[in-house]
């Protein structure tokens, strides 16, 4: 589990594509890999990946065919820049929501409004989730706990502070660029929950 508070961003150092997978190595960043285990689950732009053998200077991922077709990490490349999050301990102090790094789909960023010291970002939303996406509600954006803004049937925004857009690659996305986006569990359990009632009542 994670929070969705990002710690650190890095830089993908290698990209390798076999048949049904791709290999995926990540600049280490000065003091990630403290105590860090092979196995251990790291949130990479809010995809939950397995760490292999990683060494001193870079952290080594396989990514297989079910979380390529569904996250933005299909379109990776070298140079590429990626938030990191390790997995939570019970003594964390959670600032965000809790996130598992599975990915529902991604989405496309319609519009960026450039403020002075922040930014204001539309994204679209896919009719499957809409339901689940509400003003003041929580939304993890690649790998980002975020309250989500003003919300329409077709896109939502998002408005980041100077922190998050210090921290993560957020503050480097465009128009076109696709994100990320992991709707929050509790929502989707308590939205089904009334649905289910609701079918029931009308039902009986």
């Known amino acids: 589990m994670f929070s969705g508070i990002v710690s650190v961003k890095s ?12 290999s995926l190595e ?14 251990a689950s790291i949130s990479v732009n809010g995809v939950c990946l397995t760490s292999k053998d990683n060494g001193s200077k870079t952290l080594k991922f396989d990514v297989i065919e079910e979380t390529i077709s569904k996250t933005n990490l299909q379109n990776i490349s070298k140079g590429d ?85 210090n921290i993560t690659n957020l503050d480097q996305l465009s128009k076109g660029d696709q994100v990320n986006i992991e709707i929050d569990q509790n929502t989707i359990i308590v939205v089904n929950t009334v649905k289910k009632t609701l079918a029931a009542q009308i039902s009986s």
């Open 81 to 165: 820049t990626v938030n990191l999050e390790r997995s939570i301990k019970a003594s964390t102090e959670i600032g965000g929501h809790l996130m598992s790094g599975h990915v529902h789909f991604t989405a496309n960023i319609i519009k960026i409004i450039d403020k002075k010291n922040t930014k204001d970002i539309q994204i679209s939303l896919v009719k499957k989730y809409s339901d689940y996406v509400m003003e003041k509600g929580y939304i993890g954006i690649n790998g980002c706990s975020l309250t989500i803004g003003k919300v329409t049937k077709t896109n939502f925004y998002i408005h980041l502070i100077p922190e998050t857009l």
């Open 26 to 39: 990540i600049s280490t960043p000065k003091g990630f890999d403290k105590n860090l285990k092979r196995g």
């Open 11 to 22: 830089k993908v150092s290698k990209v390798k594509k076999y048949e049904d997978y791709l």
